[in-house]
């Protein structure tokens, strides 16, 4: 079985452009969760997704989005980056909300 | 909204020795408490969890042990090993909410 795929691994992105981050879950996993993870703020919750629909929503200004489509495939965007938005962004799917399994990870640099 | 606290933030324990590190949450409505380890340049892994009709659960060094009416799980590690040393997130939660992790606690092993 597959595991989580998250797409692309690094990202170098300028000042007050947009990026778009993927992530492909488990097989028949319909719950993905989005994460932002930077050294010493341990793992913020920015949303999560359930069947193309946003179930959850952290506390994260409107510049994060993001969509799920019908094969749970998940998509993240962020616009007009900020230096401060430079972190690691973590997807994880789940059954039913039990254990998450996370993708490797996708590297922001913001510059 | 769910508040999770680790205690402690930091520990660092001599090779052989036990870990102990408590995890404390503010939603009653918690029924799965879950225990990640997330080494350095990877991404986190589910290592043990338990359930709450269950008060403790053992796999070899590793074990949880539940107080449900304190509101508070640990994670205890024994005979520590130098691949001990990582940062540990507990993430309580239930079938109905999204799942949000604990700060961290970053376990070093010296050898």
């Known amino acids: 079985k597959a595991g989580v795929t998250q797409t692309p691994r690094y990202l170098i992105k300028t000042r007050g452009q947009q990026v778009t981050l993927s992530c492909s879950p488990i097989?028949?996993?319909?719950?993905v969760s989005w994460y932002q993870q930077t050294p010493g703020q341990g793992l913020q919750f920015l949303f999560e997704y359930f069947s193309e629909t946003q179930r959850n929503k952290g506390n994260f200004p409107g510049r994060f989005s993001g969509r799920q489509f019908s094969n749970s495939r998940s998509e993240m965007n962020v616009s007009t980056l900020e230096l401060g938005d430079s972190a690691l962004y973590l997807c994880?799917?789940?059954?039913?909300?039990?254990?998450?399994?996370f993708g490797q990870g996708t590297r922001l640099t913001v510059v | 909204g769910e508040n999770v606290e680790q205690h402690p933030s930091t520990l660092s324990v001599q090779e052989g020795d036990s870990a102990v590190i408590k995890c404390t949450y503010s939603?009653?409505?918690?029924?799965?408490f879950p225990w990640y380890k997330q080494e350095l340049g990877k991404r986190p892994q589910l290592i043990i969890d338990?359930?709450?009709?269950?008060g403790e659960k053992k796999d070899q060094r590793i074990a949880v042990t539940l107080n449900k009416t304190a509101k508070h799980f640990s994670l205890h590690i024994t005979e520590t090993q130098p691949e001990d040393s990582a940062v540990y997130f507990c993430?309580?939660?239930?079938?109905?909410?999204?799942?949000?992790f604990g700060p961290g606690t970053s376990l070093s092993v010296i050898p």
């Open positions: 338990i359930r709450s009709n269950v």
């Open positions: 097989s028949g996993h319909r719950s």
């Open positions: 994880a799917s789940s059954l039913a909300r039990t254990e998450a399994f």
């Open positions: 939603d009653s409505a918690s029924n799965y």
């Open positions: 993430a309580p939660g239930n079938s109905y909410d999204k799942v949000i």
